[in-house]
């Protein structure tokens, strides 16, 4: 199920789907698509926040800036249990709507933390980042950076990048709150690489 940013507000003749509900809600409060999602997820009695996933096909960073190259043109966010909310949506969306965020909770009031996680040829490397002002460039996905622990040379491979939940950095399903303390280089194995890509429970 994608969620598209769509200029008209007019509802489709599906008003019960998620999708219906999430634009219709944002049009009628003013709010971004990220908005409607955190809007929803705390209009539950058992709240439930969303975790984003970007991945891309290498990395760059250095001098303050994190460079996705080849990202993905969509942006998996998910939630924990027992919800269990799950999608995707335009990364070009997902920049957007954090750019013209304007709420206390919004990724451009409250820069989320993330987790990088390199696929090298020989080991896995993680660095915990804070984001900042992603812009698209070409076939990239550019951000400002602080990086949260000892700034490294970081070698090349495929990445996935791991944002914590809107408006809740530090939340219970936080992958940087997991690893913030610690910058760990492993080997590449299966049973590690299924730890990597499903975050702590």
Known sequence: MQEKKRESSQPNDHETSRRTFLKAGAAAAGTTLLGALLAQAQGKE?????????????????????????????????????????????????VLEWQEGTGKESFHADPPNAALSIFAKDEIVDVMVELKNPR??????????????????????????????????????????????????????????HEVMHHRR
Request: proline share 7%; charged share 25%; net charge positive.
């Open 46 to 94: 058992e709240q439930v926040q969303l975790l984003f996933v970007q991945t891309a096909k290498d990395v760059v960073m250095g001098k303050g800036r994190l460079t996705l190259i080849g990202v993905s043109p969509t942006t998996l966010f998910f939630s924990d249990r027992p919800k269990r909310i799950a999608g995707h949506m335009a990364t070009a969306d997902f």
């Open 136 to 193: 698209l460039a070409g076939g990239a996905l550019v951000y400002d950076i602080d990086v949260l622990e000892e700034d490294e040379p970081i070698p090349s491979g495929p990445v996935s990048l791991f944002i914590d939940p809107i408006g809740r950095p530090l939340s219970p399903i936080s992958i940087a709150g997991v690893h913030r303390r610690h910058r760990r280089r492993h080997r590449r194995h299966a049973h590690h690489r």
